[in-house]
């Protein structure tokens, strides 16, 4: 038998975990491993919120205990340009974008596989926890590490673990794309990343894992947008038309958002919707025509439930739309799957309907199709019903 051929593998090392045992997996598989650092952000690098100076001496000490090179690479010109922008806009505009989904199919697999491939990379991997399996002419799973583009169909899939799968942010992902790369640690537990990380003897196995959008770090939220966005206060009204409130500026909420909307102890008489006259306040509703935010009390008020979305953008990992029929879908990460019916699929946009209302389904936000376990691709939520 034909001994396997060995890979130069380019991991992508943020100095986390994940991605630390992704490199030690491949080297112990017998593959040319070498490590790229990513630096996406450089606006706050000298300040406590920005971590990527922490985070490359974590990934150079990584590097030196596994026993591969590492190099540092700036794609913040480019995250700027294709991430952050479009960001910026969709607040503008009053939706709530994702840029994680963004930058995986902007950098991490484009900026990033583009660098990789000319350094010689005959794949590249990420610690993210989903899998990719190729099915050949003839119905068979082929070798992901050995196949190529033209080898057959290839899949995204959902990561072994449930609670930590992260297909839904890799659904723009195509065959070109997911030809090219390994994700080792979507075959395993978190524990098990953790004790093989104890194991081995890396320095950052008991690392906390990174929380919320890279180039936002711990501050909060509002704070960082107060920097780039322009306020325009007005009214909050509720489900009667009552102004009980001003805002800020629509752009700095988001539907089902109950913290900082400054109207926590109001009673509102007669509000018995959904909880009665002490239950919390959500944003349910953004109108930007007459910058009016609407908000509920209770968390399952109607305004809160749709039975429907429409998504543009569309994005389907087969480079093709699938057939409409029943499938699931997910419109935010976490959730869990939904049972649906997509219908009017065109060249970019669809639409989903629920066998059960979803809760505070979010223009900006993506809709993600699955079969099963089979990451399908999915779009950008226009609106809903």
């Known amino acids: 038998m034909t001994a396997l051929k060995k890979h130069r593998v380019v991991v992508g090392l943020s100095g986390g975990v994940d991605s630390a045992v992704t490199a030690w997996l491949l080297k112990q598989q017998g593959h040319e491993v070498v490590g790229i650092f990513m ?9 406590g919120y920005c971590s990527s100076n922490i985070d490359f001496v974590d990934a150079a ?21 294709r991430v952050f922008a479009e960001f910026l806009r969709e607040y503008s505009s009053g939706r709530t974008p994702n840029p994680d989904i963004l930058c995986n199919a902007e950098i991490k697999f484009k900026a990033f596989l583009d660098h990789a491939l000319r350094l010689g990379a005959d794949k590249i991997a990420t610690g993210h ?12 799973a082929l070798d992901v590490h050995q196949a190529q583009l033209g080898s057959g169909r290839f899949e995204l899939l959902k990561g072994l673990d449930p609670a930590k ?13 997911l030809s090219k790369t390994l994700f ?27 929380t919320g959008i890279c180039f936002i770090g711990e501050r909060p939220f ?25 805002h800020v500026g629509l752009s700095f909420y988001t539907l089902g958002q109950r913290q900082g909307l400054g109207i926590g102890g109001l009673k509102a008489k007669g509000a018995q919707r959904g909880g009665g006259d002490h239950a919390p306040w959500f944003v349910a509703r953004k109108d930007m025509d007459s910058n009016t935010l609407w908000v509920v ?3 399952d008020h109607p305004w809160l439930q749709s039975l429907q979305l429409t998504a543009g953008q569309a994005s389907w990992v087969a480079g093709v739309a699938p057939q409409g029929g029943a499938f699931a879908a997910k419109t935010r990460y976490r959730q869990m799957d939904a049972a649906c019916v997509l219908s009017g699929v065109d060249a970019s946009r ?8 979803q809760w505070a389904v979010t223009p900006g936000q993506s809709a993600v199709l699955y079969d099963g376990e089979v990451c399908l691709g999915g779009g950008v939520i226009e609106g809903n019903g």
């Not at 926890?129 to 068979?140: E, L």
């Not at 799968?165 to 794309?177: E, K, P, V």
């Not at 669809?350 to 209302?357: E, G, I, M, V, W």
Request: proline fraction near 5%; glycine fraction near 6%; charge should be negative.
């Open 129 to 140: 926890y989903a899998r990719v399996r190729c099915i050949g002419p003839a119905g068979n």
């Open 39 to 47: 630096k996406n952000w450089e606006d706050d690098d000298d300040t």
């Open 222 to 246: 509002r704070d960082f947008l107060n920097r780039y966005l322009a306020k325009t206060p007005g009214p909050v009204k509720n489900d009667k038309g009552q102004t009980i409130a001003e």
């Open 350 to 357: 669809f639409t989903l309907d629920f066998a059960q209302p």
């Open 297 to 299: 009390q209770g968390h």
């Open 184 to 210: 080792p640690v979507g075959e395993l537990l978190k524990t098990e990343v953790r004790r093989l990380a104890l194991e081995i003897g890396l320095p950052n196995a008991k690392k906390k894992d990174s």
């Open 61 to 81: 000490a990584v590097a030196d205990v596994i026993g591969i090179e590492i190099e540092h690479v700036n794609f913040a010109a480019e995250y700027k340009d």
């Open 165 to 177: 799968d992260q297909s839904y942010f890799l659904h723009r992902l195509n065959q070109a794309q």
